[in-house]
């Protein structure tokens, strides 16, 4: 029972080390559609977001029950609302529930970058189908990144 239990406990200090690094896609595709996605942020191009949206496309933000549907509408949110001037934005790739993500940080006021969220991207057949952001800063430390 002693040597189960200690085979137990290795065990799970291999799946915490494993846990604490970020991941990263490895999907070519989920790859390329990540740089595009966090390129069109950083450069502020809503012509880059909606290339590479799906036409049925769809922003969330849990917790909040707001959400919009559709490529046109999705460009039209983020361009009003989101992506700011180039720069304002700066990204890191990762990955959340084996997905790709891009780990957010936005300019303040005096210049420098503070964490923002992440952006979890779903993938299908070279598009990019939702993108489920969440505004937490935390869950950027949680992804191993500051």
Known sequence: ????????????DEIADTASRPNHPTDPRGEAL???YMAAF??????ALQRILHRDAVIEMPPSRTWFSGKRTCVAFLAAQALGAPGDWRML???ANGQPAAAAYHRNAEGSYEAF???VLT??????????????????RHCGLS
């Open 117 to 119: 969220g992440i952006a």
């Open 42 to 47: 950083e450069n502020s191009d809503a012509e």
């Open 93 to 95: 790739p990762t990955s």
């Open 34 to 36: 990540l740089a595009e």
């Open 1 to 12: 029972m002693k040597s189960q239990l200690q085979r137990a406990r290795a065990h799970l």
């Open 123 to 140: 993938v299908d057949a070279g598009e990019l189908l939702r993108i489920s952001v969440f505004a937490d800063p935390g869950l950027v």
